[in-house]
Structures are given as structure tokens and as C-alpha cells.
């Protein structure tokens, strides 16, 4: 019996042995995985507005009063984000898009759609989105080209555009600016060269 108890011993400890093995050679797998397969970014898709050509500008009063420019020259790069208030993945990206803007150094504007004044001064209150600007405007929306939201332009200072896309999450958000430090006007199309 004693013998059979020792074989039986054996057999668990060595398959727990190879268990573990076979775990650390497939999580470094795993990992090189991940290095080979690049982030996409930013899906751009638009039919309005193209890369390295002037922004649509505008001048349009901010939900507080205040005069917002959209597009033109100015001192700082503008990052335009495009939401919709009803939108959950807008609205969970808001203070997101807020924390990279400040460590990117832009000027942020956020800006929607929409009729009821009362409901965009309740969300921005409520997403604390002081003191980045806001603005209810479909036209701009339109020149913009925008069809799905959330969604993000990013103009230079020099009022070009420099990238833009839908963006679902930070990775997203993010790689607008990895795209205007590499000089690509897209993730995608940075990868399609490589």
C-alpha cells in the first residue's frame, strides 16, 4: 500500500511540475504576444474633414456664456471631443479625455447636441467639467462630420487638423497624440507602412 501511496505522490507532484512549466512558458507567449500586436488607436473614419487641412472655424457662445473659438490659430494644440450626454461610453470617458488633456497640454472643448439647455448644465455640472469649455451646437457637429460619438478631433495650433477618430476608451484617446508625436496622421496608417 505504502508503495502505491508513493507512486500516486509521484505522479501529482511531477503533473503539478509540468502544470506550472507549461503556465510560465505560455504566459511569456503570452507577453510577446502583446509586443507584436500594436494597439489600432483611433478608428478615423470621416467623409467631411481630412488630415493637414484647415479646421472649421467657429465662434459660438459656451453653455456658460463665455465665447468659445473652435478651430483657428492659437497658442496650445485644441482637442475637440464629441459626446452625447446620453451616451454611457461618453460619459464615462469624460473625466478620462479631461486627465490626458492636462498632461498633453491642450486646450479641451467639449461639445454635443441637442435642445434641452437644462439637461448639458445638469451633465456638466454633474461631470465636473469646470473649466474646460462646452458647447451645444449640431452645426459644428456637421462640419465636423461627425457620425458616431464619442469622438475626438485633435487641431494643431496652427488650426490643421492633425488626427482624429471615434475613441471608446483612453488607449484611443491616447493614441491621437502618439499619432501627432510620430508625425502619422493615424495609428492605422503608421502600421500599414511598417
Avoid at 7 to 34: D, H
Avoid at 50 to 67: D, L, M, N, S, Y
Avoid at 107 to 113: E, G, Q, W
Wanted: glycine share 8%.
Amino acid at each position: 500500500m505504502t508503495d502505491f501511496l508513493l507512486a500516486s505522490q509521484f505522479v501529482i507532484w511531477t503533473g503539478l511540475i509540468l502544470i506550472i512549466c507549461a503556465l510560465y512558458v505560455l504566459s511569456r507567449q503570452v507577453a510577446l504576444l502583446s509586443k507584436r500586436v500594436p494597439s489600432v488607436g483611433a478608428l478615423a473614419v470621416n467623409n467631411k474633414i481630412a488630415f493637414h487641412t484647415r479646421a472649421p472655424r467657429f465662434e459660438k457662445a459656451g453653455i456658460e456664456g463665455q465665447v468659445v473659438v473652435v478651430g483657428g490659430i492659437r497658442k496650445k494644440d485644441q482637442l475637440l471631443f464629441f459626446i452625447d450626454i446620453g451616451c454611457p461610453i461618453c460619459r464615462s470617458l469624460v473625466q478620462t479625455v479631461k486627465k490626458v488633456a492636462r498632461e498633453e497640454s491642450v486646450d479641451l472643448v467639449f461639445i454635443s447636441d441637442g435642445e434641452i439647455l437644462d439637461q448639458h448644465l445638469y451633465f456638466y455640472r454633474r461631470s465636473k467639467l469646470m473649466p474646460c469649455d462646452y458647447l451645444i451646437s449640431e452645426e459644428i457637429g456637421q462640419a465636423y462630420g461627425i457620425g458616431k460619438v464619442p469622438y475626438a478631433v485633435l487641431i494643431g495650433a496652427h488650426g490643421k487638423i492633425i488626427t482624429f477618430g471615434i475613441v471608446n476608451n483612453r488607449e484611443h484617446i491616447e493614441s491621437l497624440f502618439q499619432a501627432r508625436e510620430d508625425g502619422v496622421d493615424s495609428l492605422q496608417e503608421y502600421f500599414r507602412k511598417q
